[in-house]
Nanobody
Framework: VQLQAFGGGLVQAGGSLRLSCAVS????????VGWFRQPPGKEREFAAA????????SYSDSVKDRFTISRDNARSTLYLQMNSLKPEDTAVYFC???????????????WGQGTLVTVSS
């Protein structure tokens, strides 16, 4: 599975942006996929995830109620709609696929290159 995120850019605080992630590979639609982000000088953190058929979603507390994750398996594309953006949302955003669990912790197999989102105050 290969992933490529795009759609980042510069936006003012309070604005909106939609990220997309192209998911290629024969089994891409069978995986849980998600979004992560890495703010400048900080570690990468989980943002949102969605199950293979889109029936289940999860969000970090920092983006819940502002961001919406969705997927279109027919188009092999994952989305992240980001509303009410804040300067602290500034980060490189990555998409990932194929979530596994080991001893109670999740880890992800496939990662795409990130796209930079900058939110100005």
């Amino acid at each position: 599975v290969q992933l490529q995120a795009f759609g980042g850019g510069l936006v003012q605080a309070g604005g909106s942006l939609r990220l997309s992630c192209a998911v290629s590979g024969r089994t891409g639609s069978s995986y849980t996929v998600g979004w992560f982000r890495q703010p400048p000088g900080k570690e990468r953190e989980f943002a949102a995830a969605i199950s293979s058929r889109g029936g289940s979603t999860s969000y970090s507390d920092s983006v819940k109620d502002r961001f919406t994750i969705s997927r279109d398996n027919a188009r092999s594309t994952l989305y992240l709609q980001m509303n009410s953006l804040k300067p602290e949302d500034t980060a490189v955003y990555f998409c990932a696929a194929d979530r596994k669990i080991y001893r109670g912790d999740y880890y992800w197999i496939n990662w795409g290159q990130g796209t930079l989102v900058t939110v100005s105050s």
